[in-house]
């Protein structure tokens, strides 16, 4: 059986939560902690999982496809506070959900305490597009009023949702990820990685998610998609502290397409 086809048997044995209960537990502002590992593992990780956590379920589908538009400024100043570790930086994008046509203008803000606030918008922009009610928006949220911002960085990937009983944790598991560059035509797809953040309020000791992936020797990994994605398709960029995330993600990677190879 395919991993696919084995992520699909296991999500079938978990409760359903809805997207309005997964709205209730969404965490805008929160702690985070990420980990990144291979393709593989996901089915090994999930049976683990199955009376600990629901799984979103939209149209009879517990898995999701988003689609995610960065913007940033001319001289990639989001981009440059991220490398040089800045805090009270911020990333400003659209986001497309396979499960309606809504798309959402987003900034995401981290604190010099590590927490994330996400603040969000839906818009009536239909090529995500930064129009004068979206400008009015990142003025408020953000210090770039006066920047120039421009499309420098498209995604996309599968997500599972998952949210334990008390709505105070909510897992995201994403895969299949896909980086384009809007300028250079250039893309690049990872089928074998696998990214994983813990969404929570408190402490992340009592997750069971966090105690699985232990399990599987899968510690926690600072990691951007959108700092990924400009530095694999951007070499003229300044990587220097993004080059270990960069090999780690083709070493997965490479593992995984040897794996399936054979």
């Known amino acids: 059986m395919s991993i696919a086809g084995k992520i699909e048997g296991v999500l079938a044995d978990f409760s359903s939560i809805t997207l309005e209960e997964v709205q209730r537990a969404s965490l805008m502002r929160r702690k985070d902690s990420k980990y990144i590992f291979s393709y593989i593992e996901v089915p090994g990780i999930l049976s683990m999982l199955v009376n600990d956590y629901r ?94 911002m421009l499309p420098v960085l498209e995604n996309s ?61 899968i510690i926690p990994r600072r990691f951007s998609k959108y700092c990924t994605g400009m530095a694999m398709l951007n070499p003229e960029l300044k990587q220097n502290l993004f080059k270990e995330k960069v090999r780690r993600v083709h070493q997965i990677n490479n593992h995984y397409l040897q794996y399936i190879k054979n």
């Open 55 to 148: 799984v979103l379920e939209i149209d009879d589908r517990r898995s999701h496809n988003y689609q995610t538009f960065y913007y940033d400024t001319l001289g990639r100043d989001m981009y440059h506070m991220h490398h040089r570790g800045r805090v009270n930086r911020h990333k400003i994008r659209f986001r497309k959900y396979d499960s309606s046509d809504a798309v959402y203008l987003e900034v995401k803000t981290k604190d010099a305490r590590g927490v994330t606030v996400k603040n969000r918008m839906q818009t009536q922009a239909k090529e995500a597009s930064i129009l004068s009610k979206e400008e009015e928006f990142l003025a408020h949220y953000t210090r770039y009023e006066d920047e120039k």
């Open 157 to 217: 990937f599968n997500r599972i949702t998952l949210v334990n009983d008390s709505q105070t944790e909510r897992i995201t598991l994403d895969y299949q990820l896909w980086f384009s560059n809007p300028v250079s035509e250039e893309s690049i797809e990872l089928p074998g990685i696998s990214i994983a953040e813990i969404k929570f309020e408190k402490l992340l000791s009592g997750s069971p998610f966090h105690a699985a992936l232990r399990q599987h020797h």
